[in-house]
T-cell receptor, first 114, second 111 residues
Framework: DTGVSQDPRHKITKRGQNVTFRCDPI?????LYWYRQTLGQGPEFLTY????????KSRLLSDRFSAERPKGSFSTLEIQRTEQGDSAMYLC????????????FGEGSRLTVL | QQQVKQSPQSLIVQKGGISIINCAYE??????FPWYQQFPGKGPALLIA?????SEKKEGRFTISFNKSAKQFSLHIMDSQPGDSATYFC??????????FGEGTQLTVNP
């Protein structure tokens, strides 16, 4: 399968714990995006990378959130000191071309903070 | 913050009918206007997209109509099928392929 893969698919954690999600984009795609989606809402942009450079971060991305993309391949999204409001689906997407409206999304990592 | 307003929130149509979902955007020039389809437990997937210099684009049973002056675009699904039951999101693309999504429309097509 050459699609975008995310791990883990589901994560249940207690408030205050740290969690990390991993995304493996489509191999030739140089752009990688993180979005957050809550129930009944559209995905909200968090951040994106072009190769290893993080080019934009949303105001939604508080100091507790950090994303990396070492060597321009896979990416990780870490949430420190999780809060119940962090419960959501975290979606990763990748793309090769700009100006086409097309992102390839993974199936997401669902986070539940108890 | 750019805003994209989508309506209706939910839509029920009979098999063979036409499903119409509308989207309105504000302000800034955008590069592309895509529609995404999402099934439960899956990530969104691009359905069809249109450039701002085109008024209509058709792919199979799916058509986007774009009205630049009104800052509106819509998705028409002809001959709707139960397999089309999903959540549909309009989006606008800004520089860097950053997408801003609408809130979604849950479409149910009854057999």
């Amino acid at each position: 399968d050459t699609g975008v893969s995310q791990d883990p698919r589901h994560k249940i954690t207690k408030r205050g714990q740290n969690v990390t999600f991993r995304c493996d984009p489509i191999s030739e795609h140089n752009r990688l995006y993180w979005y957050r989606q809550t129930l009944g809402q559209g995905p909200e942009f968090l951040t994106y990378f072009q190769n290893e450079a993080q080019l934009e971060k949303s105001r939604l991305l508080s100091d507790r959130f950090s994303a990396e993309r070492p060597k321009g391949s896979f990416s990780t999204l870490e949430i420190q000191r999780t809060e119940q409001g962090d419960s959501a689906m975290y979606l990763c997407a990748s793309s090769l071309f700009v100006g086409t409206g097309e992102l390839f999304f993974g199936e997401g990592s669902r986070l539940t903070v108890l | 913050q750019q805003q994209v307003k989508q309506s209706p929130q939910s839509l029920i149509v009979q098999k063979g009918g036409i499903s119409i979902i509308n989207c309105a955007y504000e302000n800034t020039a955008f590069d592309y206007f895509p529609w995404y389809q999402q099934f439960p437990g899956k990530g969104p997937a691009l359905l069809i997209a249109i450039r701002p210099d085109v008024s209509e684009k058709k792919e199979g049973r799916f058509t986007i109509s774009f009205n630049k002056s009104a800052k509106q675009f819509s998705l028409h699904i002809m001959d709707s099928q139960p397999g089309d039951s999903a959540t549909y999101f309009c989006a606008v693309e800004t520089s860097g392929s950053r997408l801003t999504f609408g809130e979604g429309t849950q479409l149910t097509v009854n057999p």
